[in-house]
């Protein structure tokens, strides 16, 4: 029960329902917030417990301060939590062990239970192993099946073992657009309570529910489980930037377009830790589909949260996607009641503002590594050929000498080419060149929702087949929708047929090539890719384009609106220039360009209107965590420990809580470490975190061989999160990882100074090396560290190498917490210094004192970090709040929630 400090306690009535709420009006300044920081005040007025959330934080939050640097600490609790199966494996891993550890501490397991819902979507460990025919979907789940039996046998038994925790099956959807679709309430009930639905999930993309009003956020899996088990996130009351939207967007532009030109104003801005909101009358004009695939690229531009307020376009998404009129009404009646309804002419407070006119968004792409680095689509193929010149060794136009990458030597127009004939299994032969375009993708959650662009992709596709177009035999074409509903509107619409002409047959519902599970390119592909060092790229509609995270043979991404992807397939370079050149000849011998396929918005708009109704959201959500047959003939334990097999390589008990008593032990400083990885700029938690295929002669490779599963089934290490030991073996090992203290490789190296001159081996063995001699390990990095999307094993993984602390020149917001939530201590340099000014080569020796502070509970803000070479800096602590010092000194977040409710 809350104190009702500020007699916020009232009822509202809607229809023959009556529902206990907590008014805003009741604090003073909560009319000038702005839409997000309601959210927060709701739910401090409702939690108000008087010692975690006391009226001091409801009153610094109703006074916040527009300009001032966020200090204040709040508590703040989600409503709900959602998972991805990726991260929520080890979730359920950790809480399944915790009942083992609450057993052996005295306790009772049964305590170890969600204390708010959980739904966890698996989504990502679906494949593109088939394309390109009729059967191609039906081929990926049985693989998906068989690979992963051992994990949907641990998820069935955890759906029956813990209360409030529901599992959508596989070949259902994108745990984002079954969200916004689906899961979100918009407005929760409870208890006969009604208040704004709020949640963390384990996916940085969570963010995408942000387009229906909801606040809600990614988060690590550890922090995920803690907000589980019913502690709140501390977090610091944020600046909230409004970003002012006017105008409309002009016919010919999509929403991929115009989040492209989001994500780059705010990554130029700065936003990170902050909240966005988008206001003004441009936002009235916005799609919810729109809004949602603004939303979904909040973590592209680093903002803690990109919100839309509620309005008439959120009650008309709930009524199309099947919510209940009563749910309806009762969001609407809230949401005006609260002051949380949408007025475009109103100026809200904000702490920075941002403008757009709708109207100046151009076609674009973004690439060749960062979704921040839009290209106007008419420059593309020119910019091209430019960038590829940091991916190969170009020869001079005599012939007579090769270059480094890094010089700029005289290359003909085209850019620097390399043609390579490949012949086709079935007799096709081809030309394969640097800028081949070998993986064309329509996937992810950021595009898949949105069913303008989806149906503008299936136009083009229509349009390209009335033309005799089809894809180049040299691409991989997929199509993985995030919800079964797409589909549907396309069966209804007769376009289904033309994707599958030009290759873009389904092959999963799930998040796929987004996130590495493009599946291997045609062998013959691959082959001449790698004999001749071939740069070629990958077009996908989704929201990450990482290297190495694609496609290990591809070297240069790009993120497109869905419509551009089936283009790119049919041209099948990056050196064609789609607003211009040819993408082929029609039957008739003739060229046919871009403009003869791009459908009209009306064009659009007719299918939209005409093919999708509620009826298909209530068809594919009646029964939806009942699952297929295969899901239901899975075999799974009773019980409310689970029984661990000694020989899965798929599930096994982590050590987190071995040799853990009932009181932490002292905090101490860190003496004689040595360096398992020097780093630069935007390492982001894709590169620590292990993700893709295993391959056979890395230490995860040799750890699956050695236990007896052959090379067809290593699978991949997003299927394995739940095997602490492969996880390990995978951390730090990304291919394309540049550890500059063994300068000259790529990928999972470091220098292992156990060994006399300190030899190049692989960072797992150099760890357990340095674990045998008890010698402590930290990590130099870069600026933006640990930015990205794959979040808990990266903190995880780094602990369990050895890593005791982490020195960068910034943090990405949720890396740094969760490396805190894993006991390693995140650092700072000083401003305006880096490893490089100071000297640091990673080759010293380094010792960290001033952090046993923390024992007399309080946190120091900086410590002395010394080297055995005569460098001194005095690092900044970050450890940002009263909270996250708690995690530390229990030796993580795990440990402090297992503490806290065994003294309950």
């Not at 306690?9 to 309601?38: C, M, N, W």
């Not at 002012?244 to 016919?251: D, H, Q, R, V």
């Not at 305006?832 to 080569?841: C, D, P, V």
């Not at 055995?868 to 993580?892: L, S």
Request: aromatic share 8%; hydrophobic share 35%; charged share 20%.
């Amino acid at each position: 029960m809350s104190a009702n400090s500020f007699d916020a306690r009232s009822t509202l009535q809607v229809g023959d329902e009556s529902y206990e709420i907590f008014r805003l009006d009741k604090v003073e300044g909560s009319a000038r917030l702005p839409y997000s920081l309601k959210v927060l005040l709701e739910n401090l007025l409702r939690t108000e417990d008087g010692a975690n959330i006391t009226a001091d934080h409801i009153r610094a939050l109703g006074g916040w301060d527009s300009q001032a640097q966020p200090s204040q600490e709040i508590q703040f609790t989600p409503a709900r939590v959602i998972m991805q199966d990726f991260t929520g494996v080890p979730c359920v891993v950790d809480l399944a062990t915790m009942r083992e550890a609450v057993k052996e501490l005295g306790g009772d397991a049964n305590k170890i239970n969600p204390l708010s819902p959980a739904e966890m979507v698996i989504d990502h460990s679906v494949i593109a192993d088939k394309f390109g025919t009729n059967d191609a979907f039906k081929q990926n789940v049985d693989l998906e099946y068989g690979r992963n039996r051992e994990r949907y046998q641990f998820l069935r038994w955890g759906q029956t073992a813990f209360d409030d925790f529901k599992v959508v099956p596989p070949g259902t959807g994108i745990v984002h657009q079954v969200n916004i679709e689906h899961l979100a309430r918009v407005v929760m009930t409870r208890d006969g309570k009604a208040y704004p639905d709020t949640l963390v999930g384990t996916d940085s993309h969570t963010t995408m529910v942000n387009g229906l009003g909801v606040l809600g956020w990614g988060v690590g899996g550890i922090e995920a489980e803690a907000a589980m088990l019913g502690q709140p996130v501390s977090m610091l009351i944020p600046r909230v930037v409004g970003f002012k939207l006017t105008g409309e967007l002009t016919p010919g532009t999509t929403a991929t377009d115009l989040v492209l030109t989001i994500t780059e104003m705010l990554r130029k801005h700065g936003v990170v830790g902050k909240f966005v909101e988008f206001y003004g009358e441009g936002v009235a004009a916005t799609s919810l589909a729109n809004r949602a695939t603004i939303g979904n690229m909040s973590p592209e531009f680093g903002s803690t949260a990109a919100i839309f307020p509620i309005d008439g376009e959120t009650l008309n998404y709930m009524r199309l996607t099947g919510r209940s009129e009563q749910q309806v009404a009762l969001v609407e009646a809230y949401a005006k009641e609260q002051g949380l309804w949408l007025d475009p002419k109103a100026e809200p407070d904000f702490s920075e503002k941002l403008e757009l006119d709708l109207s100046t968004v151009v076609p674009s792409i973004a690439g060749p590594k960062r979704p921040q680095d839009r290209i106007v689509l008419a420059n593309a193929a020119q910019q091209f050929k430019s960038d590829v010149l940091n991916y190969v060794d170009v020869v001079d136009e005599a012939g007579k000498e090769s270059f480094p990458a890094s010089d700029s030597p005289a290359v003909t127009n085209g850019g620097p080419s390399n043609p390579v004939p490949v012949t086709a299994p079935d007799g096709t032969e081809y030309v394969l060149d640097h800028g081949a375009v070998t993986v064309a993708a329509i996937t992810s959650c950021t595009n898949t929702s949105n069913p303008y662009v989806m149906v503008a992709a299936a136009l083009v596709a229509k349009k390209a087949v009335e033309k005799g177009l089809t894809r180049k035999p040299w691409v991989k074409t997929t199509l993985a929708p995030g919800s079964k509903v797409v589909t549907d509107y396309f069966e209804k619409a007769g376009l289904t047929p033309y994707l599958d002409k030009v290759g873009f047959n389904l092959v999963g519902y799930g998040c796929t090539t987004c996130i590495g599970n493009s599946g291997p390119l045609p062998e013959e592909v691959s082959k001449a890719v790698n004999d001749h060092d071939l740069a070629v790229t990958s077009v996908l509609s989704g929201n990450r384009n990482f290297e190495g995270r694609i496609n290990p043979d591809v070297k240069m991404n790009y993120l497109a609106s869905p419509p551009l992807v089936v283009a790119y397939a049919l041209a099948g370079s990056m050196r064609v220039d789609v607003t211009k050149d040819s993408l082929g000849t029609d039957q008739d011998g003739n060229p046919v360009f871009l403009k003869d396929i791009w459908p009209s918005e009306a064009e659009v708009n007719d299918v939209v209107a005409n093919a999708i109704g509620e009826d298909m959201f209530s068809k594919s959500y009646s029964d939806v965590f009942a699952g297929d047959a295969q899901w239901q003939a899975l075999s799974i334990p009773t019980g409310d420990t689970f029984e661990w097999d000694a020989e899965s390589t798929y599930v096994r008990k982590p050590p987190y809580f071995e040799g853990m008593g009932m009181e932490p032990a002292p905090v101490e400083d860190i003496s004689g470490a040595r360096v398992l990885a020097k780093l630069g700029d935007s390492v982001t938690t894709d590169h620590i975190s292990p993700a893709g295929a295993i391959k056979a002669d890395t230490p995860a490779g040799k750890y699956l061989t050695e236990h007896g599963v052959e090379r067809r089934d290593f699978n991949s290490y997003g299927s394995r999160r739940g095997n602490h030991e492969i996880m390990i073996r995978g951390t730090f090992a990304n291919i394309r990882l540049r550890n500059q203290i063994a300068p000259g490789t790529e990928g999972g190296y470091t220098r292992d100074f156990t060994q006399a001159d300190g030899p190049v081996s692989f960072i797992y063995d150099a760890s357990r090396n340095y674990i045998e001699q008890g010698t402590p390990l930290v990590v130099l990095a870069g600026k933006e560290y640990g930015s990205g999307s794959s979040r808990d094993w990266a903190a995880k993984g780094t602990a369990l190498l050895g890593v005791k602390a982490v020195i960068a020149e910034s943090y990405e917001r949720i890396h740094r917490s969760n490396l805190i939530g894993m006991g390693v201590l995140p650092l700072q340099f000083p401003e305006g210094r880096t490893a490089e000014s100071l000297g640091l080569t990673g080759e010293e020796s380094f010792s960290v004192s001033g952090v046993t502070e923390l024992n007399d509970g309080t946190t120091p803000r900086t410590v002395k970090v010394t080297t055995d070479t005569g460098v001194e800096f005095d690092a900044v602590v970050r450890i940002d709040t009263p909270g996250e010092a708690d995690y530390y000194r229990n030796g993580g977040i795990l440990q402090y929630v297992l503490r806290s409710l065994i003294r309950k």
